[in-house]
C-alpha cells in the first residue's frame, strides 16, 4: 500500500527495499541496483538513508490491486 499520500514514507533500510535480495548461492544479501562507487560505499556501510533506487517492498501490492 502506497502510505505517501498519507505523508508517510518509510525509512530507506535495505531490508525493506523491492531491490534487496538474498542469492542462495553466495547465502548472503545483495542490491541488484547498478550502483556507482559513492553509492556502494554508502551500501557497505550501511549508510542507506538516502538511497535513490530505494522502493519499498509489499509483498501483497498485487492482491491490493484486486480489492
Known sequence: MD???YGYIPKASCDSCEF????EYTDSYFC???L????M????GNN???CHYYRY???YKSVHKQI
Not at 560505499?41 to 557497505?44: A, D, H, L, Q, V
Open 3 to 5: 502510505f505517501s499520500k
Open 20 to 23: 534487496y535480495e538474498y542469492d
Open 32 to 34: 541488484k541496483m547498478n
Open 36 to 39: 556507482d562507487e559513492d553509492e
Open 41 to 44: 560505499e554508502k551500501f557497505i
Open 48 to 50: 542507506t538513508g538516502g
Open 57 to 59: 517492498y509489499d509483498e
